[in-house]
């Protein structure tokens, strides 16, 4: 809104997975995706409440597209740093 220059959606999978000291072993790789949408433009004064529920709406489309794209399954979505360190 102060900047009024567009917003780029960014959806970024697998980074939770870090929290899990076995996959910083040496030569273990662990899998990250990052996802951009389409730019939005800046939101006029006023209108925040709008641009919020848009940038939600693209971010989620985003991930979906992500899911199919790359063919990812639930356990490749986030989980809680407690969840993912008990193997859940």
């Known amino acids: ?9 960014c959806v970024i999978l697998g980074s939770d997975r870090l929290y899990r000291a076995a996959n910083w072993r040496p030569l273990r790789r662990t899998p990250v995706w ?7 433009a800046a939101p006029a004064k006023g209108a925040r409440d709008d641009f919020e529920r848009q940038l939600g709406e693209a971010l989620r ?8 794209h790359f063919g990812l399954g639930d356990d490749d979505f986030p989980k809680s740093p407690r969840q993912r360190m008990r193997g859940e």
């Open 1 to 9: 809104e102060l900047a009024g220059v567009p917003v780029v959606p």
């Open 34 to 40: 990052i996802g951009f949408g389409e730019a939005l």
């Open 61 to 68: 489309s985003l991930a979906a597209e992500m899911r199919t």
